[in-house]
């Protein structure tokens, strides 16, 4: 009998061209959104934005969903889906003016808008517990639905919220933080790649270095000095002593987003959230540190950058 060819090992992608792969996926995606932004055309800048937001919360609520499925665990994963989509929609429609009553565009009545909808949500989040067919497992299904609900579409509405925030150009401060956000990523990555040695929690990501996280709060604080320093007119309230603050908060939540997200893809043994997006994996990979960095820079220009409102 003729003797097969062994199959040659499959050798996996330096993290030179995993981090080629990934920049390239992040900066097409995110140039993308920046563009429907600064449009100068008015229904771009409306409607091509909102159908990005939606189109990034749809995907990656099928992914959370996935990721709660793979680990053995139930959602009513349409419900959910379509609900977050109702949110984000529902909440942009209020800042266009579609919704009576939008003039008043204060935080406080965006925010109260907002908590409207989910518990609507909520509500009909139990009613559709009533007709499903297996009653042992409603505590459950209802806890992962709306977890769902609040880890991807709400955090991710806090785009929205910082782009319509009044008085300011909300539009600038979602580039600064996208931007800041982004360098901190790119910052733990290179750092932990060359000089990485001491790793952070290995029983959630062995790549994450105490290296790492360093270099991710340098990178974060030197985009953020920079970018004040050349746009600084166009961020209402901003100085360099909020430059240097929001960068090491923005470094910390980036990191902390990206260990989370990992704990949900441990626990369903996968390593990435999808396939998506070259180099990244899913939709969740790429919004991991952004979830958190959204309302947290949202928080900061409300209560601190801006009077009270």
């Given at each position: 009998m003729p003797v097969e060819a062994p199959t040659p090992p499959v050798v996996p992608p330096s993290k030179a061209l995993i981090f080629v792969r990934r920049l390239t996926s992040t900066v097409l995606l995110w140039s993308v959104v920046l563009w429907a932004i600064f449009s100068t055309n008015h229904r771009v800048t409306n409607w091509v934005f909102l159908g990005l937001l939606m189109g990034l919360a749809w995907q990656g609520l099928r992914e959370f969903y996935d990721l709660v499925e793979k680990r053995g665990l139930v959602c009513f994963r349409n419900w959910g889906i379509a609900s977050g989509l109702a949110l984000m929609l529902s909440t942009y429609l209020y800042f266009t003016g579609a919704i009576p009553h939008a003039h008043e565009q204060m935080p406080a009545k965006a925010n109260d808008f907002e908590n409207t909808v989910i518990v609507v949500f909520v509500l009909g989040l139990c009613l559709r517990r009533f007709v499903a067919k297996n009653l042992n497992d409603g505590l459950l299904a209802i806890s992962t639905t709306l977890f769902g609900l609040l880890y991807v579409p709400w955090l991710l509405n806090f785009l929205s919220k910082i782009v319509f925030f009044p008085g300011i150009e909300g539009r600038y401060y979602v580039l600064y933080f996208i931007l800041v956000t982004k360098f901190s990523d790119v910052g733990a990555y290179l750092t932990g790649s060359l000089i990485g040695r001491h790793k952070m929690i290995p029983r959630i990501s062995p790549g994450k270095t105490w290296e790492g996280f360093g270099g991710a709060i340098a990178f974060s604080v030197g985009a953020s000095v920079v970018?004040?320093?050349?746009?600084?007119?166009?961020?209402?309230?901003?100085?360099?002593?909020?430059?240097?603050?929001?960068?090491?908060?923005?470094?910390?939540?980036?990191?902390?987003?990206?260990?989370?997200?990992?704990?949900?893809?441990?626990?369903?043994?996968?390593?990435?959230?999808?396939?998506?997006?070259?180099?990244?994996?899913?939709?969740?990979?790429?919004?991991?540190?952004?979830?958190?960095?959204?309302?947290?820079?949202?928080?900061?220009?409300r209560h601190v950058l801006t009077a009270p409102l």
């Open positions: 970018f004040v320093h050349f746009l600084g007119t166009h961020l209402a309230g901003m100085k360099l002593g909020h430059a240097l603050v929001l960068g090491v908060l923005l470094g910390i939540a980036a990191v902390i987003g990206d260990l989370i997200e990992s704990l949900f893809k441990r626990e369903a043994g996968v390593k990435d959230s999808g396939r998506l997006l070259p180099g990244i994996g899913g939709v969740l990979d790429l919004l991991d540190s952004l979830l958190f960095n959204a309302p947290l820079m949202y928080l900061y220009l």
